[in-house]
Nanobody, 124 residues
Framework: QVQLVESGGGLVQAGGSLRLSCAAS????????AGWFRQAPGKEREFVAA????????YYADSVKGRFTISRDNAKNTVYLQMNSLKPEDTAVYFC?????????????????WGQGTQVTVSS
């Protein structure tokens, strides 16, 4: 089993930055890819970014390309999401997820392991 704990959310003004962290524990050797998703009130959970646990391509949603950067520190079993130039429409609960199967990782239903989420609020 894999446990994920997010941190780093908060309230920020439009144009500001935040860095989210996702600390993984348990059977981390089984992780193939980690991803960030977000869910705004009344909306479905949507893909934000994904990164392989070892080597490979990263993926970003079009809405965050050029503003968000996903990275990892394998020594710390931690995945990060650096969010710059934040907009009010980025307001959501952000979730970290992990999966063992291959694939790009843009589909949330392919992830069996989830964190509890962290709130990001961007004021205008």
């Amino acid at each position: 089993q894999v446990q994920l704990v997010e941190s780093g959310g908060g309230l920020v003004q439009a144009g500001g930055s935040l860095r989210l962290s996702c600390a993984a524990s348990g059977r981390t050797v089984s992780i193939y890819r980690a991803g960030w998703f977000r869910q705004a009130p009344g909306k479905e959970r949507e893909f934000v970014a994904a990164i392989p646990w070892s080597t490979g391509n990263t993926y970003y949603a079009d809405s965050v390309k050029g503003r968000f950067t996903i990275s990892r520190d394998n020594a710390k079993n931690t995945v990060y999401l650096q969010m710059n130039s934040l907009k009010p429409e980025d307001t959501a609960v952000y979730f970290c997820a992990a999966k063992s199967a291959t694939g790009s990782g843009v589909n949330p239903s392919h992830y069996p392991h989830w964190g509890q989420g962290t709130q990001v609020t961007v004021s205008s």
